[in-house]
């Protein structure tokens, strides 16, 4: 079992739709990061928490520490959001990956 | 430079070629990461510098990989002996802290294909 496990794989949506993209990890962390990484691009990075709720535009995530659980929301989805949107938690000097979700959003 | 940097953006390889990745941090970063991304996957864990300090080299997949940072600001990936399952994008990232709840900045990465 992976220790970060992130659902959907794979995501679809249309111009102007809500997404929620969740994230579950089974190891003790220090903080959580979301990150977005476009095809052939390096890593930006989103967001770091380790409690509660954080706003960024039309981002936000939230993480529950006692369920081990995270989830990034887009309001009013772009096709510029289209990217592969990664889960990484901070474990003492390193970030472990979970796999991605693929976000394609049409107009 | 404003970011991380990477060179080379792309490097092809013929398998039992040596390879050097650099990788240019932000100026004043203590920390630095080396990970490895095979396509269709997340990064993986290489390397980590603390300054010119190597604290973990736990993910490095054998004893063909090497990494160094010996003035702890420029650092060098070398692959020995390419073999075709080396063939991954790198990617480099540093921070201004120590340990990972620091907000990291990484590179665009380095694109290797051994052929």
């Known amino acids: 079992k992976n220790e970060v496990e992130q659902s959907p794989q794979n995501l679809t949506a249309q111009e102007g739709e809500f997404i929620t993209i969740n994230c579950s990890y089974s190891v003790g962390i220090s903080a959580l990061h979301w990150l977005q990484q476009h095809p052939g691009g390096g890593i930006v990075s989103l967001f770091m928490?380790?409690?509660g709720k954080k706003k960024h535009g039309r981002l936000i995530a939230t993480i529950n520490i006692q369920e081990k659980h995270s989830s990034l929301h887009i309001t009013a989805s772009h096709p510029r959001d289209s990217a592969v949107y990664i889960c990484?938690?901070?474990?003492?000097?390193?970030?472990?990956f979970g796999t991605g979700t693929r976000l394609q959003v049409f107009p | 430079g404003a970011g991380v940097s990477q060179s080379p953006r792309y490097k092809v390889a013929k398998r039992g070629q040596d390879v050097a990745l650099r990788c240019d941090p932000i100026?004043?970063?203590?920390?630095l990461f080396w990970y490895q991304q095979a396509l269709g996957q997340g990064p993986e864990f290489l390397t980590y510098?603390?300054?010119?300090?190597?604290?973990?080299k736990s993910g490095l997949p054998s004893d063909r990989f090497f990494a160094e940072r010996p003035e702890g600001s420029v650092s060098t990936l070398k692959i020995q002996r390419t073999q075709q399952e080396d063939s991954a994008v790198y990617l480099c990232a540093s921070s201004l802290g120590r340990g990972a709840n620091y907000g990291y900045t990484f590179g665009s990465g380095t694109r290797l294909t051994v052929v």
């Open positions: 928490l380790s409690s």
């Open positions: 510098f603390q300054n010119e300090a190597q604290l973990d």
């Open positions: 100026s004043g970063h203590v920390s």
């Open positions: 990484a938690v901070g474990l003492t000097d390193k970030l472990i």
